[in-house]
């Protein structure tokens, strides 16, 4: 898991400013996945996306926040207007092209601080 | 229903002890299962995945599946204080590669 990379690996943001994190995937992987973790809560799904193609945003909030996966570069998770509640532990993983039981794996994780 | 569904724990056993992780899920299409460890400010990491009913070992790990049941379950034999962790069951949602998790089982092995 150590090839997912996710920068920056701590943001600090005051209320109402915009957040951006990154993350590229391991090498050969083509699909990303965006997870949201509270403190002492598990893992909440967020958005699930291929190059240029989301494939299931069911789990992102509908206001404020958006992803993208483009066709150069890495993926973004933008969060618009940071309000308290967002601060968290946000988890890019990736996993290979092809059909569905491939392993998906995990960045170190980007931890987000409003104040 | 949640689509994945966890004891939240914590689960306390001795060292040496058999730790019995267990999780269900929802969608009855759902073809492969994972088994992630998590500790306390890290990533997740991946200890097993099963695809097919029965058992499949790993080392100290085993993890079943019960597809009727919907039911996956991670058993630790000789349990050590550096398995205390969160376990993370994850499902793939569907015939695709959408990943849901459970979330989490806290375990605590004591000396």
């Known amino acids: 898991n150590a090839g997912v990379m996710q920068n920056p690996r701590h943001l600090v943001r005051r209320r109402g400013q915009e957040a951006r994190l990154r993350c590229s995937p391991m090498?050969?992987?083509?699909?990303v996945y965006w997870y949201r973790q509270l403190p002492e809560e598990g893992l909440k799904f967020m958005v699930y996306l291929q190059k240029e193609n989301i494939i299931d945003e069911s789990g992102m909030p509908k206001e404020r926040f958006s992803a993208e996966f483009p066709k150069e570069g890495p993926s973004i998770l933008r969060i618009q207007q940071v309000v308290r509640g967002d601060s968290a532990a946000y988890f890019c993983?990736?996993?290979?092209?092809?059909?569905?039981?491939?392993?998906?794996?995990f960045g170190e994780g980007s931890w987000l601080t409003v104040v | 229903q949640k689509e994945v569904e966890q004891n939240s724990g914590p689960l306390s056993v001795p060292e040496g002890a058999i730790a019995s992780l267990n999780c269900t899920y929802s969608d009855r299409g759902s073809q492969s299962f994972f088994w992630y460890r998590q500790y306390s400010g890290k990533s997740p990491e991946l200890i097993m995945s099963i695809y097919s009913n029965g058992d499949k070992e790993d080392g100290r790990f085993t993890a079943q599946l019960n597809k009727a049941s919907q039911y996956v379950s991670l058993l630790i034999r000789d349990s050590q204080p550096s398995d205390s962790a969160t376990y993370l069951c994850?499902?793939?949602?569907?015939?695709?590669?959408?990943?849901?998790f459970g979330a989490g089982t806290r375990l605590t092995v004591k000396p």
């Open positions: 993983a990736s996993s290979p092209p092809g059909a569905s039981g491939n392993t998906i794996y």
């Open positions: 994850a499902v793939n949602k569907g015939n695709n590669n959408d990943m849901r």
């Open positions: 090498k050969g992987h083509s699909h």
